[in-house]
């Protein structure tokens, strides 16, 4: 299994989080960094761990006018990429069943429209590959939330779902060019994201630990990245036994004991 060293790597959602523990290490493995988010304190307050080596790329993904702008200043500041992570992303829950689609469309532009521009701003720069080096990478973070329906993800689930299947069908059409496409999809993080989720999370993990995870698949050359397995397996295998899942896990999951009535 090979480090990740020496490389330029684009991160997005790298102020918090699974992108900042990312960025940690990554850092520390002599790799240069640009770092993505809104919110240009986090990113400073990140940049700290080595100044030389990370540089600030602050955008909206889920927005179309501000990435156009981020492609001319991540052009500005490196003319290849060897990885990206977008790990930007967001989550609420769906309450009620109220489908409210306000909550779908912030959902899907961070989740899979953000993705969709990530990897239009980089793709440019991903169209190498140096003699004996590995391709380059286009990775992006995904949820095991996506591999059941899950009561209150219907939004999050369903742009976890569809960055999915895009991830799937852009890794064929790039068959043959040398480019690594890889979904990423973890379990329960402890990070901003689920602070203040007020239900249990089976095993919940470090972003730490979960950095370490998706490095280690990166350079394993997986396509998919789950973790951890505790968590992936049975619900690859509730994914499988559907009606075991809507008939006797799902029951117990759900809030609604009632659709209320709406005029
Ligand atoms: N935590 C979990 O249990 C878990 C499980 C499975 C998957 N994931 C996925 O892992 C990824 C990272 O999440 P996390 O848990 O590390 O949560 P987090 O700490 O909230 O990190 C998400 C980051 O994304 C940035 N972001 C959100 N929307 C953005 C946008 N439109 N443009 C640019 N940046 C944006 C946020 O920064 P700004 O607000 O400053 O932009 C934030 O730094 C997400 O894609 C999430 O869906 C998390």
Not at 59 to 80: F, H, I, P, W
Not at 104 to 131: E, K, Q
Request: proline residues 5%; hydrophobic residues 45%.
């Amino acid at each position: 299994m090979s480090e990740i060293r020496d490389q330029c790597i684009w991160i997005t959602g790298a102020g918090s989080g699974i992108g900042q523990a990312l960025v940690r290490l990554l850092v520390a493995q002599n790799n240069f960094l640009i770092i993505s988010g809104r919110g240009s304190e986090q990113l400073l307050e990140v940049q700290k761990l080595c100044p030389q080596r990370i540089r600030l790329l602050p955008c909206d993904v889920g927005n179309d006018e501000d990435m156009q702008r981020a492609k001319s200043e991540l052009e500005s500041l490196t003319d290849q990429l060897d990885l990206v992570i977008a790990c930007a992303g967001t989550c609420e829950y769906e309450d009620d069943l109220r489908l409210d689609t306000a909550s779908y469309r912030r959902v899907f532009d961070s989740n899979f429209f953000g993705v969709v521009n990530t990897l239009r701003t980089a793709l440019p720069l991903l169209n190498h590959r140096a003699a004996g080096k590995t391709p380059p990478v286009f990775a992006a973070v995904g949820s095991l939330s996506s591999v059941v329906g899950m009561p209150r993800a219907e939004a999050y689930g369903a742009s976890k779902a569809a960055l999915g299947y895009f991830l799937d069908a852009v890794r064929a059409d790039t068959a043959r060019v040398p480019l690594r496409i890889v979904e990423i999809r973890p379990g329960f993080i402890d990070t901003p994201l689920t602070a203040s989720n007020d239900f249990s999370m089976p095993f919940l993990m470090t972003p730490e630990k979960a950095a370490q995870r998706i490095l280690a698949g990166l350079s394993s050359g997986a396509r998919t990245i789950d973790f951890p397995r505790r968590l992936s397996w049975p619900l690859r295998l509730m994914g499988c036994m559907q009606s075991l899942w809507f008939g006797l896990v799902a029951p117990r999951l759900t809030r609604i004991h009632q659709l209320r009535h709406r005029i």
